[in-house]
Protein backbone atom coordinates (compact mmCIF):
# COMPACT_ATOMS: atom_id res chain seq x y z
CA UNK A 1 0.00 0.00 0.00
CA UNK A 2 1.41 3.47 -0.98
CA UNK A 3 0.47 7.03 -0.47
CA UNK A 4 -1.12 8.00 -3.86
CA UNK A 5 -2.85 11.24 -2.47
CA UNK A 6 -1.56 14.45 -0.19
CA UNK A 7 -4.94 16.12 0.79
CA UNK A 8 -4.57 19.40 2.78
CA UNK A 9 -6.72 21.16 4.83
CA UNK A 10 -6.71 24.89 3.74
CA UNK A 11 -8.00 27.81 6.71
CA UNK A 12 -4.75 27.31 8.95
CA UNK A 13 -2.73 24.65 6.94
CA UNK A 14 -2.03 25.67 3.36
CA UNK A 15 -3.37 29.43 4.29
CA UNK A 16 -2.23 31.84 7.33
CA UNK A 17 -6.19 33.00 8.35
CA UNK A 18 -4.55 35.44 10.92
CA UNK A 19 -3.39 37.58 7.75
CA UNK A 20 -7.06 39.23 8.04
CA UNK A 21 -5.90 41.38 11.17
CA UNK A 22 -4.31 44.02 8.77
CA UNK A 23 -7.73 44.32 7.44
CA UNK A 24 -9.85 44.51 10.31
CA UNK A 25 -7.26 46.57 12.32
CA UNK A 26 -7.93 49.34 9.40
CA UNK A 27 -11.69 49.13 9.69
CA UNK A 28 -11.55 48.91 13.66
CA UNK A 29 -8.22 50.32 15.28
CA UNK A 30 -7.53 49.06 18.44
CA UNK A 31 -9.33 46.01 17.85
CA UNK A 32 -7.76 43.85 15.61
CA UNK A 33 -6.63 41.70 17.53
CA UNK A 34 -9.26 40.71 19.48
CA UNK A 35 -12.03 41.13 16.07
CA UNK A 36 -9.78 38.45 14.33
CA UNK A 37 -9.44 35.65 16.89
CA UNK A 38 -13.25 35.67 18.82
CA UNK A 39 -14.40 35.62 14.71
CA UNK A 40 -12.38 32.52 14.11
CA UNK A 41 -12.83 31.00 17.60
CA UNK A 42 -16.79 31.17 16.86
CA UNK A 43 -16.61 30.72 13.16
CA UNK A 44 -15.12 27.26 13.87
CA UNK A 45 -17.67 26.83 17.08
CA UNK A 46 -20.57 27.78 14.56
CA UNK A 47 -19.75 24.76 11.96
CA UNK A 48 -19.61 22.38 14.79
CA UNK A 49 -23.08 23.67 16.42
CA UNK A 50 -24.59 23.93 13.27
CA UNK A 51 -23.50 20.01 11.76
CA UNK A 52 -24.26 19.04 15.66
CA UNK A 53 -27.87 20.41 15.19
CA UNK A 54 -27.87 19.05 11.73
CA UNK A 55 -28.69 22.46 10.81
CA UNK A 56 -26.43 23.52 7.66
CA UNK A 57 -25.57 26.55 6.17
CA UNK A 58 -22.51 26.93 3.98
CA UNK A 59 -19.03 28.49 5.09
CA UNK A 60 -19.95 32.08 3.91
CA UNK A 61 -22.56 32.10 5.95
CA UNK A 62 -21.06 30.50 9.31
CA UNK A 63 -18.53 33.35 8.44
CA UNK A 64 -20.64 36.36 7.91
CA UNK A 65 -22.23 35.22 11.20
CA UNK A 66 -19.78 34.59 13.04
CA UNK A 67 -18.81 38.09 12.19
CA UNK A 68 -21.80 40.01 13.13
CA UNK A 69 -21.57 38.03 16.53
CA UNK A 70 -17.89 39.29 17.01
CA UNK A 71 -18.66 43.03 15.90
CA UNK A 72 -21.60 42.86 18.66
CA UNK A 73 -19.90 41.67 21.32
CA UNK A 74 -17.89 45.87 21.00
CA UNK A 75 -21.48 47.31 19.94
CA UNK A 76 -20.03 48.26 16.23
CA UNK A 77 -21.30 47.47 13.20
CA UNK A 78 -20.35 47.81 10.07
CA UNK A 79 -22.10 49.24 6.89
CA UNK A 80 -22.47 46.45 4.05
CA UNK A 81 -19.42 47.58 1.71
CA UNK A 82 -16.86 47.31 4.64
CA UNK A 83 -18.52 44.15 6.34
CA UNK A 84 -18.55 42.43 2.91
CA UNK A 85 -14.46 44.04 2.40
CA UNK A 86 -13.74 42.24 6.18
CA UNK A 87 -15.31 38.61 4.45
CA UNK A 88 -13.86 38.98 1.92
CA UNK A 89 -10.23 39.19 3.18
CA UNK A 90 -11.24 35.97 3.94
CA UNK A 91 -10.55 34.76 -0.25
CA UNK A 92 -6.98 36.37 -0.20
CA UNK A 93 -5.69 35.23 2.91
CA UNK A 94 -1.94 34.35 2.33
CA UNK A 95 -0.37 30.89 1.91
CA UNK A 96 2.37 30.60 4.27
CA UNK A 97 5.53 31.42 2.96
CA UNK A 98 6.68 27.60 2.17
CA UNK A 99 3.21 26.34 0.77
CA UNK A 100 4.22 26.64 -3.10
CA UNK A 101 7.39 25.10 -2.12
CA UNK A 102 6.02 21.79 -0.61
CA UNK A 103 3.25 21.31 -2.84
CA UNK A 104 5.73 21.47 -6.26
CA UNK A 105 8.00 18.80 -4.24
CA UNK A 106 5.25 16.53 -3.81
CA UNK A 107 3.50 16.80 -7.18
CA UNK A 108 5.60 14.44 -9.27
CA UNK A 109 4.86 11.17 -7.15
CA UNK A 110 1.24 12.52 -6.16
CA UNK A 111 -2.02 13.73 -6.20
CA UNK A 112 -2.55 16.82 -4.51
CA UNK A 113 -6.01 18.19 -3.16
CA UNK A 114 -7.28 20.56 -0.81
CA UNK A 115 -10.38 19.40 1.50
CA UNK A 116 -11.63 22.26 3.66
CA UNK A 117 -14.95 23.71 5.01
CA UNK A 118 -14.92 26.39 2.89
CA UNK A 119 -17.60 26.62 0.09
CA UNK A 120 -17.11 25.75 -3.57
CA UNK A 121 -17.10 29.92 -4.24
CA UNK A 122 -14.28 30.82 -1.33
CA UNK A 123 -12.25 28.19 -1.91
CA UNK A 124 -12.20 28.86 -5.61
CA UNK A 125 -11.29 32.14 -5.15
CA UNK A 126 -8.53 31.50 -2.63
CA UNK A 127 -6.70 28.97 -4.80
CA UNK A 128 -6.82 31.24 -7.65
CA UNK A 129 -5.79 34.60 -5.74
CA UNK A 130 -3.22 32.69 -4.39
CA UNK A 131 -1.68 30.87 -7.27
CA UNK A 132 -1.84 27.78 -5.86
CA UNK A 133 -4.83 26.03 -8.03
CA UNK A 134 -1.95 25.52 -10.37
CA UNK A 135 -0.09 22.75 -8.32
CA UNK A 136 -4.10 21.26 -7.17
CA UNK A 137 -5.85 18.10 -9.19
CA UNK A 138 -9.13 19.07 -7.17
CA UNK A 139 -10.30 21.87 -4.33
CA UNK A 140 -13.02 19.54 -2.41
CA UNK A 141 -15.68 21.21 0.19
CA UNK A 142 -17.17 19.49 2.71
CA UNK A 143 -20.51 21.49 1.17
CA UNK A 144 -21.06 18.46 -1.24
CA UNK A 145 -22.57 16.85 2.07
CA UNK A 146 -23.76 19.34 4.19
CA UNK A 147 -21.47 18.96 7.33
CA UNK A 148 -18.41 20.39 8.72
CA UNK A 149 -14.89 18.87 9.88
CA UNK A 150 -14.58 16.35 12.37
CA UNK A 151 -18.08 14.83 11.19
CA UNK A 152 -16.66 12.11 8.89
CA UNK A 153 -19.43 12.80 6.31
CA UNK A 154 -16.96 15.87 5.61
CA UNK A 155 -13.95 13.31 4.80
CA UNK A 156 -16.27 10.91 2.68
CA UNK A 157 -15.66 13.08 -0.93
CA UNK A 158 -11.88 12.24 -1.21
CA UNK A 159 -12.44 8.72 -2.14
CA UNK A 160 -14.70 9.18 -5.19
CA UNK A 161 -12.64 12.66 -6.61
CA UNK A 162 -9.32 11.54 -6.18
CA UNK A 163 -10.29 7.34 -6.70
CA UNK A 164 -8.12 6.57 -3.34
CA UNK A 165 -9.27 4.79 -0.18
CA UNK A 166 -8.80 6.40 3.00
CA UNK A 167 -5.41 4.49 3.60
CA UNK A 168 -4.00 5.94 0.70
CA UNK A 169 -4.12 9.72 1.51
CA UNK A 170 -1.89 11.70 3.51
CA UNK A 171 -3.86 14.19 4.98
CA UNK A 172 -2.01 17.45 6.39
CA UNK A 173 -3.31 19.78 9.08
CA UNK A 174 -2.55 21.86 11.73
CA UNK A 175 -6.23 22.25 13.29
CA UNK A 176 -6.18 19.79 16.30
CA UNK A 177 -9.95 19.18 15.97
CA UNK A 178 -8.96 18.24 12.06
CA UNK A 179 -6.68 15.92 12.74
CA UNK A 180 -8.89 13.95 15.33
CA UNK A 181 -11.59 13.55 12.76
CA UNK A 182 -9.07 12.61 9.89
CA UNK A 183 -7.82 10.26 11.96
CA UNK A 184 -10.88 9.02 13.26
CA UNK A 185 -12.17 8.58 9.44
CA UNK A 186 -9.06 6.66 8.23
CA UNK A 187 -6.78 8.79 6.49
CA UNK A 188 -2.66 8.55 7.11
CA UNK A 189 -2.61 11.73 9.39
CA UNK A 190 0.31 14.48 9.03
CA UNK A 191 -0.11 17.40 11.56
CA UNK A 192 1.88 20.32 11.30
CA UNK A 193 3.27 21.75 14.72
CA UNK A 194 3.43 25.85 14.28
CA UNK A 195 3.61 26.64 17.88
CA UNK A 196 5.74 24.05 20.08
CA UNK A 197 4.47 23.33 23.49
CA UNK A 198 7.61 25.53 24.80
CA UNK A 199 6.71 28.56 22.89
CA UNK A 200 2.95 28.64 24.24
CA UNK A 201 4.19 28.16 28.01
CA UNK A 202 7.17 31.13 27.62
CA UNK A 203 4.06 33.27 26.33
CA UNK A 204 1.58 31.85 28.76
CA UNK A 205 3.84 31.99 31.97
CA UNK A 206 6.14 35.44 31.02
CA UNK A 207 4.43 37.65 32.84
CA UNK A 208 2.87 39.86 30.26
CA UNK A 209 -1.14 39.32 30.46
CA UNK A 210 -2.74 36.60 28.39
CA UNK A 211 -4.58 38.36 25.41
CA UNK A 212 -6.76 37.40 23.14
CA UNK A 213 -3.87 35.58 20.35
CA UNK A 214 -1.84 34.18 23.09
CA UNK A 215 -5.24 32.59 24.23
CA UNK A 216 -6.66 31.58 20.87
CA UNK A 217 -2.56 29.43 20.05
CA UNK A 218 -3.33 28.26 23.73
CA UNK A 219 -6.87 26.73 22.45
CA UNK A 220 -6.07 25.79 19.17
CA UNK A 221 -2.46 25.30 18.30
CA UNK A 222 -1.40 21.89 20.75
CA UNK A 223 -2.10 18.39 20.42
CA UNK A 224 -5.33 17.60 21.46
CA UNK A 225 -6.67 14.59 23.74
CA UNK A 226 -9.02 13.03 21.91
CA UNK A 227 -7.11 9.94 21.20
CA UNK A 228 -6.58 9.88 17.72
CA UNK A 229 -2.99 10.75 17.28
CA UNK A 230 -1.46 11.61 13.61
CA UNK A 231 0.72 9.58 12.50
CA UNK A 232 3.90 11.77 12.19
CA UNK A 233 4.09 15.65 13.08
CA UNK A 234 6.21 18.10 11.04
CA UNK A 235 6.97 22.24 11.96
CA UNK A 236 6.37 23.62 8.60
CA UNK A 237 5.19 22.56 5.17
CA UNK A 238 8.65 21.87 4.08
CA UNK A 239 9.14 19.31 5.88
CA UNK A 240 6.23 17.59 4.29
CA UNK A 241 8.16 15.64 1.29
CA UNK A 242 10.52 13.69 3.66
CA UNK A 243 7.43 12.86 6.13
CA UNK A 244 5.38 11.56 3.35
CA UNK A 245 8.45 9.73 1.69
CA UNK A 246 8.46 8.07 5.62
CA UNK A 247 5.01 7.28 5.74
CA UNK A 248 4.90 5.94 2.24
CA UNK A 249 7.79 3.43 3.12
CA UNK A 250 6.70 2.27 6.11
CA UNK A 251 2.94 1.72 4.41
CA UNK A 252 5.07 -0.52 1.74
CA UNK A 253 6.97 -2.40 4.40
CA UNK B 1 -51.58 23.65 25.38
CA UNK B 2 -49.85 23.87 28.46
CA UNK B 3 -46.39 24.54 29.71
CA UNK B 4 -46.39 20.95 31.71
CA UNK B 5 -42.22 20.85 32.53
CA UNK B 6 -39.70 23.09 33.33
CA UNK B 7 -36.51 21.37 32.26
CA UNK B 8 -33.32 23.25 33.34
CA UNK B 9 -29.28 23.19 31.94
CA UNK B 10 -26.91 22.17 35.01
CA UNK B 11 -23.57 23.60 34.23
CA UNK B 12 -23.93 27.58 33.89
CA UNK B 13 -27.82 27.55 34.56
CA UNK B 14 -28.24 26.15 38.07
CA UNK B 15 -24.67 26.00 38.91
CA UNK B 16 -22.03 28.46 39.24
CA UNK B 17 -19.35 26.69 36.80
CA UNK B 18 -16.58 29.43 37.74
CA UNK B 19 -17.00 28.52 41.09
CA UNK B 20 -14.28 26.02 40.44
CA UNK B 21 -11.69 28.74 40.20
CA UNK B 22 -10.78 28.82 43.63
CA UNK B 23 -9.92 25.14 44.23
CA UNK B 24 -7.68 25.35 40.79
CA UNK B 25 -6.32 28.85 42.30
CA UNK B 26 -5.40 27.27 45.65
CA UNK B 27 -3.59 24.42 43.63
CA UNK B 28 -1.66 26.60 40.69
CA UNK B 29 -1.41 30.24 42.13
CA UNK B 30 -1.97 32.78 39.96
CA UNK B 31 -3.65 30.49 37.42
CA UNK B 32 -6.53 29.72 38.55
CA UNK B 33 -8.59 32.51 35.84
CA UNK B 34 -6.34 31.13 32.87
CA UNK B 35 -6.97 27.31 33.87
CA UNK B 36 -10.57 27.47 34.98
CA UNK B 37 -11.28 29.25 31.54
CA UNK B 38 -9.54 27.02 29.12
CA UNK B 39 -10.88 24.04 30.68
CA UNK B 40 -14.18 25.02 30.65
CA UNK B 41 -13.83 26.20 26.34
CA UNK B 42 -12.11 22.99 26.21
CA UNK B 43 -14.23 20.50 28.52
CA UNK B 44 -17.09 21.83 25.73
CA UNK B 45 -15.03 21.88 22.29
CA UNK B 46 -14.49 18.37 23.34
CA UNK B 47 -18.52 17.13 23.54
CA UNK B 48 -19.01 18.90 20.31
CA UNK B 49 -15.99 17.14 18.60
CA UNK B 50 -16.68 13.63 20.14
CA UNK B 51 -20.30 13.98 19.22
CA UNK B 52 -19.43 15.19 15.81
CA UNK B 53 -16.92 12.03 15.07
CA UNK B 54 -19.61 9.66 17.02
CA UNK B 55 -16.64 8.85 19.22
CA UNK B 56 -18.81 9.08 22.28
CA UNK B 57 -16.83 9.26 26.10
CA UNK B 58 -18.89 9.85 29.33
CA UNK B 59 -18.46 13.82 30.73
CA UNK B 60 -15.90 12.56 32.92
CA UNK B 61 -13.73 11.39 30.76
CA UNK B 62 -14.01 14.51 28.82
CA UNK B 63 -13.63 16.71 32.11
CA UNK B 64 -10.47 14.77 32.62
CA UNK B 65 -9.04 14.79 29.36
CA UNK B 66 -10.02 18.73 28.87
CA UNK B 67 -8.22 19.81 32.07
CA UNK B 68 -5.36 17.74 30.83
CA UNK B 69 -4.92 19.76 27.59
CA UNK B 70 -5.28 22.97 30.05
CA UNK B 71 -2.53 21.65 32.40
CA UNK B 72 -0.49 20.46 29.82
CA UNK B 73 -0.36 24.24 27.74
CA UNK B 74 1.30 25.48 31.20
CA UNK B 75 3.57 22.55 31.52
CA UNK B 76 2.05 21.68 34.78
CA UNK B 77 1.31 18.45 35.82
CA UNK B 78 -0.98 17.07 38.93
CA UNK B 79 -0.32 14.00 40.53
CA UNK B 80 -3.50 11.71 41.00
CA UNK B 81 -4.92 12.62 44.32
CA UNK B 82 -4.59 16.35 42.97
CA UNK B 83 -6.19 15.79 39.69
CA UNK B 84 -8.61 14.15 41.17
CA UNK B 85 -9.57 17.13 43.70
CA UNK B 86 -9.74 19.26 41.08
CA UNK B 87 -11.81 17.17 38.91
CA UNK B 88 -14.49 16.53 41.90
CA UNK B 89 -14.69 20.33 42.34
CA UNK B 90 -17.10 19.89 39.26
CA UNK B 91 -19.46 17.83 41.10
CA UNK B 92 -19.51 20.90 44.24
CA UNK B 93 -20.11 23.48 42.20
CA UNK B 94 -22.28 26.26 43.62
CA UNK B 95 -26.14 26.46 42.90
CA UNK B 96 -26.61 30.17 41.60
CA UNK B 97 -28.12 31.93 44.78
CA UNK B 98 -31.67 32.12 43.32
CA UNK B 99 -31.83 28.67 42.11
CA UNK B 100 -33.75 27.00 45.03
CA UNK B 101 -36.22 29.45 45.70
CA UNK B 102 -36.83 29.80 41.59
CA UNK B 103 -37.71 25.60 41.47
CA UNK B 104 -39.56 25.66 44.87
CA UNK B 105 -41.92 28.41 43.45
CA UNK B 106 -42.49 26.44 40.07
CA UNK B 107 -42.40 23.08 41.76
CA UNK B 108 -46.80 22.89 42.76
CA UNK B 109 -47.42 23.28 38.98
CA UNK B 110 -44.92 21.82 36.69
CA UNK B 111 -43.04 18.88 36.88
CA UNK B 112 -38.93 19.93 37.38
CA UNK B 113 -35.66 18.05 35.58
CA UNK B 114 -31.85 18.81 34.50
CA UNK B 115 -31.38 17.75 31.10
CA UNK B 116 -27.39 17.53 31.45
CA UNK B 117 -24.35 16.67 29.34
CA UNK B 118 -22.86 15.31 32.93
CA UNK B 119 -22.69 11.82 33.60
CA UNK B 120 -24.77 10.06 35.74
CA UNK B 121 -22.47 10.16 38.43
CA UNK B 122 -21.21 13.63 38.01
CA UNK B 123 -25.03 14.70 38.27
CA UNK B 124 -26.21 12.40 40.72
CA UNK B 125 -23.45 13.99 43.17
CA UNK B 126 -23.99 17.09 42.23
CA UNK B 127 -27.95 17.17 42.86
CA UNK B 128 -27.48 15.90 46.03
CA UNK B 129 -24.22 18.08 47.49
CA UNK B 130 -26.56 20.82 46.76
CA UNK B 131 -29.79 20.00 48.10
CA UNK B 132 -31.27 20.72 45.14
CA UNK B 133 -32.35 17.17 44.48
CA UNK B 134 -35.68 17.51 46.62
CA UNK B 135 -37.00 19.97 43.92
CA UNK B 136 -36.42 17.51 40.85
CA UNK B 137 -38.65 15.03 39.46
CA UNK B 138 -35.87 13.61 37.35
CA UNK B 139 -32.17 13.99 36.82
CA UNK B 140 -31.33 13.43 32.74
CA UNK B 141 -27.93 12.59 31.39
CA UNK B 142 -27.68 12.66 27.61
CA UNK B 143 -25.23 10.02 28.36
CA UNK B 144 -28.16 7.14 27.93
CA UNK B 145 -28.03 8.98 24.50
CA UNK B 146 -24.07 8.93 23.71
CA UNK B 147 -24.16 12.68 22.12
CA UNK B 148 -23.88 15.86 23.63
CA UNK B 149 -25.78 18.66 23.24
CA UNK B 150 -26.50 20.56 20.83
CA UNK B 151 -27.20 16.84 19.00
CA UNK B 152 -30.63 16.50 18.71
CA UNK B 153 -30.17 12.85 20.45
CA UNK B 154 -29.34 15.05 23.38
CA UNK B 155 -32.83 16.12 24.07
CA UNK B 156 -34.84 13.29 23.45
CA UNK B 157 -34.69 11.98 26.33
CA UNK B 158 -36.93 13.79 28.09
CA UNK B 159 -39.88 13.27 26.36
CA UNK B 160 -40.09 9.66 27.71
CA UNK B 161 -38.80 10.20 30.80
CA UNK B 162 -41.29 13.30 32.14
CA UNK B 163 -43.92 12.01 29.28
CA UNK B 164 -44.33 15.27 27.81
CA UNK B 165 -43.98 16.05 23.97
CA UNK B 166 -41.43 18.80 23.07
CA UNK B 167 -43.88 22.03 23.23
CA UNK B 168 -44.98 21.11 26.72
CA UNK B 169 -41.30 21.99 27.89
CA UNK B 170 -40.03 25.18 29.18
CA UNK B 171 -35.97 24.84 28.84
CA UNK B 172 -33.99 27.00 30.75
CA UNK B 173 -30.22 27.93 30.06
CA UNK B 174 -27.75 30.11 30.05
CA UNK B 175 -25.65 28.84 27.14
CA UNK B 176 -26.10 29.74 23.58
CA UNK B 177 -25.62 26.15 22.05
CA UNK B 178 -28.00 24.63 24.29
CA UNK B 179 -30.82 27.51 23.63
CA UNK B 180 -30.39 27.03 19.51
CA UNK B 181 -30.29 23.28 20.12
CA UNK B 182 -33.58 22.90 22.57
CA UNK B 183 -35.22 25.33 20.19
CA UNK B 184 -34.24 23.48 17.15
CA UNK B 185 -34.86 20.01 18.81
CA UNK B 186 -38.63 21.38 19.32
CA UNK B 187 -38.36 22.54 23.16
CA UNK B 188 -39.65 26.46 24.30
CA UNK B 189 -36.66 27.96 25.06
CA UNK B 190 -35.76 30.70 28.18
CA UNK B 191 -32.10 32.24 28.03
CA UNK B 192 -31.15 33.48 31.18
CA UNK B 193 -28.83 36.25 30.11
CA UNK B 194 -26.07 36.46 32.97
CA UNK B 195 -24.11 38.92 31.33
CA UNK B 196 -25.82 41.94 29.36
CA UNK B 197 -24.46 42.88 25.75
CA UNK B 198 -23.66 46.57 27.77
CA UNK B 199 -21.56 45.03 30.56
CA UNK B 200 -19.59 42.71 28.29
CA UNK B 201 -18.90 46.05 25.97
CA UNK B 202 -17.77 47.87 28.88
CA UNK B 203 -15.21 45.52 29.99
CA UNK B 204 -14.22 45.01 26.21
CA UNK B 205 -13.81 48.50 25.54
CA UNK B 206 -13.26 49.87 29.03
CA UNK B 207 -9.21 50.10 28.08
CA UNK B 208 -8.06 47.16 30.89
CA UNK B 209 -6.21 44.10 29.15
CA UNK B 210 -9.01 41.55 27.58
CA UNK B 211 -7.72 38.60 30.03
CA UNK B 212 -8.98 34.83 29.57
CA UNK B 213 -11.95 35.63 32.06
CA UNK B 214 -13.45 38.35 29.42
CA UNK B 215 -12.90 36.56 26.68
CA UNK B 216 -14.55 33.62 27.53
CA UNK B 217 -17.62 35.70 29.06
CA UNK B 218 -17.42 37.54 25.18
CA UNK B 219 -17.27 33.98 23.56
CA UNK B 220 -20.01 32.39 25.71
CA UNK B 221 -22.31 34.94 27.54
CA UNK B 222 -24.13 37.25 24.03
CA UNK B 223 -27.27 35.67 21.73
CA UNK B 224 -25.76 33.50 19.12
CA UNK B 225 -26.18 34.06 15.84
CA UNK B 226 -27.77 30.73 14.68
CA UNK B 227 -30.92 31.48 13.66
CA UNK B 228 -32.76 29.48 16.97
CA UNK B 229 -33.47 32.05 19.30
CA UNK B 230 -35.13 31.77 22.64
CA UNK B 231 -38.98 32.37 23.41
CA UNK B 232 -38.18 34.55 26.28
CA UNK B 233 -34.71 35.98 27.79
CA UNK B 234 -34.95 36.70 31.48
CA UNK B 235 -31.93 38.15 33.49
CA UNK B 236 -32.06 35.54 36.48
CA UNK B 237 -33.15 32.06 37.68
CA UNK B 238 -36.10 34.53 39.83
CA UNK B 239 -37.43 35.65 37.29
CA UNK B 240 -38.39 32.29 36.15
CA UNK B 241 -42.05 31.70 37.22
CA UNK B 242 -43.26 34.67 35.69
CA UNK B 243 -41.73 34.37 32.32
CA UNK B 244 -43.35 30.32 32.88
CA UNK B 245 -46.13 31.92 33.51
CA UNK B 246 -46.39 34.33 30.33
CA UNK B 247 -44.93 31.50 27.93
CA UNK B 248 -48.18 29.21 29.68
CA UNK B 249 -50.79 31.66 28.68
CA UNK B 250 -49.62 32.31 25.37
CA UNK B 251 -49.67 28.50 24.73
CA UNK B 252 -53.28 28.71 25.93
CA UNK B 253 -54.30 31.52 23.74
Redesign the interface.
Known amino acids: MTIRAVVFDAYGTLYDVQSVAGVIEAAFPGHGD?IT??WR??QL??S????????YEDFLAVTR??L??TL????LAADAALFGRIVEAYNTVSPYPDAAAALEALKPNHRLAILSNGSPAMLDALVRNSGLDRYLDAVISVDARKA?K???RAYEPVEHRLGCRPEEVAFVSSNG?DI??AR?FGFKVIRIERVT?AA??AD??GGA????GT?SR??RT???????DPHAVVNALSALPEAVGRLDSAAQA
Do not use: C, H
Request: overall charge positive.
Open positions: YQVLKEYWLRSLMDRDSNYGTLGYPDRFAGSPLRLTPIGPLALQSERLGF
